[in-house]
């Protein structure tokens, strides 16, 4: 609404004075739903990362950001300083060995994103306008996957500029390292994808911050206790299914799939079923957990 310049004459009365304020419809440009959608995402990615907020919301994402890109410059020094040195960290072992740092990244910002709209009730201020509830909800899932990706992906771009660098044929390093680029990207994505489907499944259903950080933790160390002690003290062919009840196992078994790369300690080694599976029960949690996600707020009360 805007308000006309013009000067405002006062009406005299007994018992005050009556101002003409002459407000008028916004006849300006309407976005429409895309521009909204595109807003929201936007804004929400922003919020993971606490920018454009107090410093104490920046304090846990760009410090579990930091963890992660810890070892990969690591990596990178000792490959500068030793040259042909043995890392512990390659392209497909990483996020394995990190996946810590992104389950609690999950559980901290997830519900940042949508338990604050639900306990603040102002769920009805985003649909009364062009957003529908199917667009907020995907422009909150988008936003906590992008957020993942980020998280995922610098750390690898990190350990591939410290092998080009750490080469006397800068060129030639980088011709060689070509081929890496669908396990670089193509690893994040898969992590990124499932483990934001899941975590803002659990953080949706609850106004609660605290209940969904503690949920989206629970999920994980249930899973993995779970799927490790049926590995070791079951028999026969539980034994062998048992680890996939573990999502990173799941994603792991995945990722080595579709961009290749088995890593020797990780559970997918040990368990009796084909790789085409994991990335099969992968993409249905992940599916699951998205529709999840879009039902809840189309029956959410605004």
Known sequence: MTQRDAAVTPRESATGAIYDLGYQSYDGPR??????????????????????????????????????????????????????????????????????????????????LVSSDQRN??????????????????????????????VGLAPMLVLLLATVLASPDLLGALGDQ???????IGSPLIYALALAALGMAIASFTPRRAYATGAIIALFLVTAAVGGILTEAGRGRISQVAPLINPFVLLDGTRDWLVGGTIARSPVTRADVPLPVFGILAAVITLVAAAAVLWRYRRIAA
């Open 31 to 112: 976005l429409g739903r895309r521009a909204a959608f595109s807003t929201l995402f936007w804004a929400s990615l922003r919020a993971v990362f606490g920018l454009g907020r107090s410093g104490r919301s920046k304090i846990v994402p760009w410090g579990l950001t930091a963890i992660m890109l810890a070892p990969a410059a690591v990596a990178g020094a000792i490959a500068a300083i030793a040259p042909g040195a043995p890392s512990p960290f390659s392209y497909d072992n990483y996020l394995w060995e990190l996946q810590p740092i992104l389950a609690l990244f999950l559980a901290a910002q997830a519900p940042e």
């Open 121 to 150: 009730r102002v769920l009805s201020l985003y649909f009364s306008h062009a957003l529908a509830r199917s667009d907020y909800a995907l422009a909150k899932l988008g936003a906590m996957a992008a957020a993942l990706l980020i």
């Open 178 to 184: 070509a081929g890496n680029v669908v396990e670089i």
